[in-house]
């Protein structure tokens, strides 16, 4: 069975504060891993794809990583408006085209 | 602006109800989704629809049932037999089922 977990369930900086949120995963054949931004009482927004080992993306004060087991989203000197719970998905291939996703990170920037 | 609607942002509906909840998309995707998000855990997919015509059940299909007459629109009804409808819903879509899920603003629904 697919599983995602992210740590910490929540994670409180001070404004400036680098830190990085992690995302675990046991799946069959890794389609894709998906980075998402959920602010209170809204959709999620997409922030990155990563598809194989070793594969870097940035945004900003974002960067996602990824490795066989894992990825990492790291937040360099944030800023009180990236407070948001961020959520990990990942897809697998041949045939199963659902997401399966972590329960989320909920993150806190204090100024 | 391309993007996906969904409507009602908040709906309450009496016990033994069914309810629809709408999702538009002009994004021109083939895909659709519909997930269920309740506090402490993940998203869970309720019925996805790769096609015009064609749709599967999640994980969680029981109680719900969904169309899919045109590729810009996905409703879910949510029926009586769903034991335990208040959770925030969520559409999403996407160019095609193994490309990047976008998602809608969602829907709050709860049972009175």
């Known amino acids: 069975e697919d599983q995602v977990t992210q740590s910490p369930e929540a994670l409180r900086l001070q404004e400036g504060e680098s830190s990085s949120l992690n995302c675990s995963y046991t799946v069959s054949g890794l389609r894709g891993l998906f980075w998402y931004r959920q602010d209170p009482g809204k959709g999620p927004e997409f922030l990155f794809t990563l598809y194989s080992a070793g594969e870097e993306k940035e945004k900003e004060r974002l960067k996602a990583t990824l490795t066989k087991k894992e990825s990492f989203l790291h937040i360099t000197a944030p800023k009180p408006e990236d407070s948001a719970t961020y959520l990990c998905a990942v897809g697998v291939n041949f045939g199963n085209e659902k997401l399966t996703f972590g329960t989320g990170t909920r993150l806190t920037i204090i100024p | 602006d391309g993007g996906i609607t969904q409507s009602p942002k908040y709906l309450f509906r009496k016990e033994g109800q069914n309810v629809t909840l709408s999702c538009e998309q002009n994004?021109?995707?083939?895909?659709m989704y519909w997930y269920r998000q309740d506090p402490g855990q993940g998203l869970r997919l309720i019925y996805y629809?790769?096609?015009?015509?064609?749709?599967q059940k999640g994980d969680i299909a029981e109680g719900y049932s969904v169309s899919r007459e045109k590729k810009e629109s996905f409703p879910l009804t949510v029926t009586s037999a769903q034991k335990n409808p208040t959770a925030f819903y969520l559409c999403?879509?996407?160019?095609?089922?193994?490309?990047?899920?976008?998602f809608g603003p969602g829907t709050r629904l709860t049972v009175l």
């Open positions: 629809s790769q096609i015009v015509n064609d749709f």
């Open positions: 994004l021109n995707h083939d895909a």
């Open positions: 999403a879509s996407s160019k095609t089922s193994k490309d990047t899920q976008y």
